[in-house]
């Protein structure tokens, strides 16, 4: 009886165990099934926002007969010399696409309305609407909602194009990837000094009184609070603050930093307080016999020794700093740009998942494409800091 | 050599030096100081900012408002324009999905962490330590994803099996799981630290008292890991309290409450302060403020009442 | 063996509480009877989607289907509404579930994989819109600032107005669905935009900001980068977050605050009378538009009629087969 209730009790550890195996597998693999097909090169350097170029052609010099090459499903005019094709975008949406364009088409001639520069239509450029002209006067417009035979057909009729946009598909997130690196940069520039330094006073200068504890208390309960409650401090405090500082409007990556620095004050100090206290007090004494000063030891000898516990402080710091959505959504906003300037709005790459996820159409597989460098830099992490723990932890006692 | 003694030995360099310990610990003094006052910062800014609707007047469509305090702790609705605005069922809606959270992820932990540490094999259990530290490190932003992906849907179809309809999977029961499988692996993590940490003498000593491995296991390691799983659970309902990104996306914002019924949507307090954000001036933005000093007390008030049971539980015998 | 009781005493909570999730302790409906798992649509409760206060395609929606009750105040409606901030999230909401109901706008209702209902009889199509026979309307109409303290960002909102008079805006807002006419004797941008030489000059480093109706955002968008390009390549920032900021944001009580706007659209009309009374030449109409009432596209059910849409929000009718 007792064996079976034994057998029992151990096999649902292994459930239970399995479970969180589970979980996580089932996260992986469904965040990569449906984001992989978005990865791409142009996914990580291209710019989230499509460009929209309106172009216009305002003579036909000689009407020629352009000869169809005959690709399938597609829809020839034989006036332009031009191809078009009914398909789908990386988001599922319709639209046309241009499949041919004839090596003598006077469509490779055009200029570019706003930077009056010559531009060519090019197969794999969307196409959304067209407006021409015949000679006697008669608008035809061309509608990629319509379907390609409508826009072919609009081709045909017209002579003289008058506005024709196209666009090149966005969806990029360069911006919000140099976002979360300069958020990194400047929380850690704030932070790691302030943190360092307090952890190196409570632990050396510190005279061991009520005033010291309280404080210490008062450090450790800052690490209960959770993220949003920083977010709404940093919306009152550190916007206004930044507005007058550098002449920000409403949110920016610096209002941003410093209120993810003072969210991550509390890990930094006690990472950074546990490394020195494991020095042996030997070192310090030793120090301070030879005639060194405090100041001296504390840079000389304490830092260099606790580096390992800085350093994974550091790394800890940066895993929050990626993984922080709410905070942010407070103290920056949910902007996604394609460039990332300090005293502006922005997103980091979290931020812009829910940006995503909570604006008009939530687009699930961009989500996930992102989430995948994300999780894929958080594993990197992770590895490093196991290594760092291992490789800098000299006075590990067996 | 000789430079360098003289150097120590001068006099003048001395007084430097020791000037210069006294500037030094003077900067580290005044660092530690502002990192201590930063938990007062907060709590003053979030307090002025979110007492304003009760005693400042708003001014809506020409006319002014207050908002009633008493309404707010008591209501069960969350807005009623102008400027009626009720928060009481928010707060039974947050304990709610925590206490059902937590019964579904204590149980979790302690199996995992006892089977990590004691009863797998030493390669095995290293792996599922790792796979539960990745856990830990998740974004909460992707825990939503996979909630509005996978999770809404296992509700949706539990919600078909009794007959009751969800608003397709967005449930309090969505939320629920996603909160557990956030807290397991911080519950966990602290579970096996503290069953590593139990001295060999007692598990031995229940050996040879001719008790069996899984006997020793569960009732003697357990026992004495009391205190150590107790600060997991604590931090583990720190974690659910806040938790405000990935509920977001499967809670629903349900307008009143509170709600018991699994398959209805549901509001919690952190939820309230993150979704419609749309305004950043006015009544609507600064009663967020209020909400979150809920938040805080809430917390602090779990925080102290867990600490006096996990202090009155903690003694090893 | 303490947690192996907790552990059956906790499995046997969560199994009743998920059976008791079959019967209300809340104030919400649910359906008690014992029929199959797979029963049809029309055995179900209706789920009732709408969206938040500051829409202009709720304001739309109840006042036409005669609710006006509900337009500002969420406790007229059936208890169990999910609300949502968005038309797009109002797409996901009616997608992800078969026994929904919600309303969106008429230009994202072929995109959105959702069943447009016919409306007392009327099949919700542009044509119908056209020739005055759908009665579910409203406007799309835009607003700007006033008062500017830049006189580039001024010229191009002037240029901008001039902008949507031309032909190729508007085919624009014909290419979104948006539903007007287009005349040949619309002026070209082509003829008009010597009037306006802000846009030869390269205006990179201004930014307008855009908001309002999140019905109306993929016409604005569009319109926004088009214009960029024949406009010196200003910055578009779009921040959409329902009609009732639009006049609010430009010229009304947050027309300095952190989330000023310089050109918002409403999917509804400008109270002038009362709430909000825009300076005269400040606002206009950029296309009609109508509001659709979505369901699920497994959802057998295809027509209603307004009584029928105020007793489904109102919590009167609570079953799909009690639309016949």
């Known amino acids: 009886m007792r ?101 003598y088409s006077p469509l490779l001639s055009m200029t570019n309305s706003s930077t009056k520069e010559y531009a060519s239509l090019v197969e794999k450029q969307v196409i959304t609407k067209v407006i021409l002209e015949d000679l006697d006067g008669n608008m035809y417009l061309g509608f990629a909602k319509n379907g390609a035979d409508s826009i072919a057909e609009a081709f045909d009729k017209g002579d003289i194009i008058t506005n024709l946009v196209v666009t090149t598909s966005g969806g990029g997130i360069r911006g919000s990837l140099l976002t979360t690196l300069y958020l990194i940069l400047l929380t850690l520039l704030i932070a790691l000094p302030l943190g360092v330094g307090a952890a190196i006073y409570l632990t050396q200068y510190a005279p061991k009184n009520k005033i010291t504890s309280i404080m210490q208390s008062m450090i450790d309960m800052t690490s ?102 709410a905070a942010l ?49 958080v594993l990197v992490l992770s590895i490093i800091t196991k290594l760092v723990a291992k490789k800098l932890n000299k006075f590990e006692v067996e | 050599m000789g430079k360098y003694l003289t150097n120590q030995i001068n006099p003048n360099n001395i007084k430097h030096r020791a000037i210069n310990d006294k500037i030094t610990k003077a900067i580290f003094m005044a660092i530690t100081v502002l990192c ?113 992906g996978i999770i809404t849907k296992i509700v949706k179809f539990f919600a078909g099996l009794v007959n009751y309809q969800s608003a397709g999977g967005i449930s ?36 040879a008292l001719g008790a069996s491995v899984t006997q020793t296991n569960f009732k003697v390691v357990l026992t004495s890991a009391k205190s150590g799983i107790f600060a997991g659970v604590i931090l583990g309902v720190g974690r659910a309290l806040g938790e405000a990104t990935a509920i977001s996306m499967v809670a629903g914002n349900a307008g009143g409450g509170p709600t018991f019924n699994l398959f209805d949507t549901t509001r919690t307090l952190t939820t309230t302060m993150l979704l419609g954000l749309k305004e950043t001036l006015g009544l609507d933005y600064d009663i967020r403020f209020s909400v979150g000093i809920l938040l805080i007390i809430i917390i602090l008030l779990t925080n102290i009442l867990l600490n006096v049971v996990k202090r009155k539980i903690g003694k090893v015998k | 063996m303490k947690k192996f009781l907790n552990l059956i005493g906790s499995v046997i909570i969560g199994l009743s509480l998920v059976a008791c999730g079959g019967t209300s302790t809340s104030s919400s409906s649910s359906s008690t009877s014992p029929s199959s798992s797979s029963s049809s649509v029309n055995d179900a409760n209706i789920k009732v989607y709408t969206r938040d206060t500051t829409s202009g395609t709720r304001d739309g929606f109840f006042t036409t289907i005669k609710f006006e009750e509900a337009v500002k105040d969420n406790t007229k409606l059936v208890s169990g509404y999910v609300e949502l901030a968005s038309n797009g999230d109002m797409i996901n909401g009616v997608k992800n579930d078969e026994f929904g109901i919600g309303y969106i ?8 994989g959702l069943k447009g209902l016919v409306y007392e009889n009327v099949q919700p199509t542009e044509a119908n819109v056209l020739n005055g026979t759908y009665k579910l309307t409203r406007n799309f109409n835009y607003i700007v600032r006033t008062e500017y303290d830049n006189t580039r960002k001024e010229q191009i909102v002037d240029a901008y107005l001039a902008f949507l008079t031309t032909k190729e805006a508007k085919a624009t807002v014909v290419e979104k669905h948006g539903i007007l006419e287009i005349k040949s004797s619309d002026p070209s ?22 908001g309002g109706s999140t019905s109306v955002e993929g016409i604005a968008k569009a319109l926004s980068a088009e214009f960029s390009t024949l406009c010196g390549n200003f910055v578009a ?75 489904i929000y109102e919590g009167t009718i609570t079953k799909w087969s009690q639309l016949s």
């Open chain 1, 329 to 377: 959504i407070y103290a920056v906003g949910t902007a996604i740009k394609d460039t990332a300037i300090i005293n502006q709005k922005s997103t980091s790459l979290a931020v812009h998942i829910w940006s995503l996820m909570s604006g008009e159409s939530p687009n699930f597989e961009l989500s996930c494409a992102i989430s995948i460098v994300i999780l894929v830099i």
């Open chain 2, 36 to 148: 201590a006052l930063v938990i007062v910062l907060i709590v003053i800014f979030v307090f002025i900012k979110g007492i304003s609707p009760f005693i400042n007047d708003y001014i809506i469509d020409g006319i002014s408002y207050r908002v009633n305090f008493w309404g707010f702790l008591r209501g069960d609705f969350w807005f009623q324009p102008p400027n009626i605005y009720g928060a009481g069922f928010i707060i039974i809606n947050t304990m709610y999905v925590t206490l059902l959270a937590l019964l579904i992820a204590v149980p979790t932990s302690v199996f995992t962490s006892l089977f990590i540490s004691k009863i797998a094999p030493k390669k095995v259990g290293s792996i599922v330590s790792y796979i539960v530290e990745l856990l830990a490190s998740i974004p909460s932003i992707i825990y939503g994803l996979f909630g509005v």
């Open chain 3, 105 to 112: 706008s008429l230009s994202t209702l072929e995109t959105s």
């Open chain 2, 172 to 207: 309090t029961l969505a939320t629920v799981l996603v909160l557990a499988i956030m807290i397991i692996p911080t519950i966990t993590m602290l579970s096996t630290t503290s069953i590593n940490a139990v001295k060999k003498d007692i598990i031995n000593g229940s050996l």
């Open chain 3, 237 to 311: 920032e779009h921040n959409h977050t329902g009609s009732g900021d639009a006049y609010k944001r430009t010229q009304g009580s947050e027309k300095d605050g952190a989330s000023k706007l310089d050109i918002a659209f409403a999917s509804r009309e400008f109270k002038l009378a009362d709430s909000e009374p825009a300076a005269t030449e400040s606002y206009g109409k950029i296309c009609v538009d109508a509001i659709v009432a979505a369901v699920n596209s497994k959802n057998t059910v295809s027509k209603v009629t307004a009584v029928q849409l105020k007793g």
């Open chain 1, 3 to 103: 064996k079976i209730k034994e057998i029992l009790l151990n096999a649902i550890t292994y459930l239970f165990s399995g479970f969180e195996v589970l979980v996580l597998g089932a996260i992986l693999v469904y965040i990569f099934s449906n984001g992989f097909s978005s990865l791409s090169l142009e996914l990580l350097t291209g710019n989230y926002y499509e460009k929209v170029e309106t172009l216009e052609y305002t003579r036909q010099e000689t009407i020629k007969d352009y000869l169809n090459p005959g690709l399938d499903d597609s829809y020839f005019s034989s006036k332009w010399g031009i191809s078009f094709i009914d398909t789908e975008n990386k988001a599922g949406e319709k639209i046309v696409m241009i499949n041919y364009v004839d090596e």
């Open chain 1, 224 to 325: 209960g609070i959770p993220s949003i409650i920083f977010g709404l401090v940093g919306a009152i405090v550190f916007i206004p603050f930044m507005n007058n500082l550098i002449g920000s409007d409403g949110g920016s990556i610096a209002s941003g930093a410093l209120t993810l620095a003072i969210m991550l004050l509390p890990i930094i100090i006690r990472t950074t307080e546990e490394a020195i206290n494991v020095i042996p007090t030997t070192y310090r004494n030793a120090s301070l016999a030879l005639g060194a000063s405090s100041t001296q030891t504390t840079f000389k000898v304490i830092l260099p020794n606790a580096l390992g516990g800085i350093l994974t402080s550091v790394l800890l710091s940066i895993g929050r700093i990626i993984g922080e959505s």
């Open chain 3, 189 to 210: 941008w082509q003829t008009i935009k010597s009037n306006y030489p802000i846009c030869n000059q390269d205006n990179s480093d201004i930014t307008i900001y855009f």
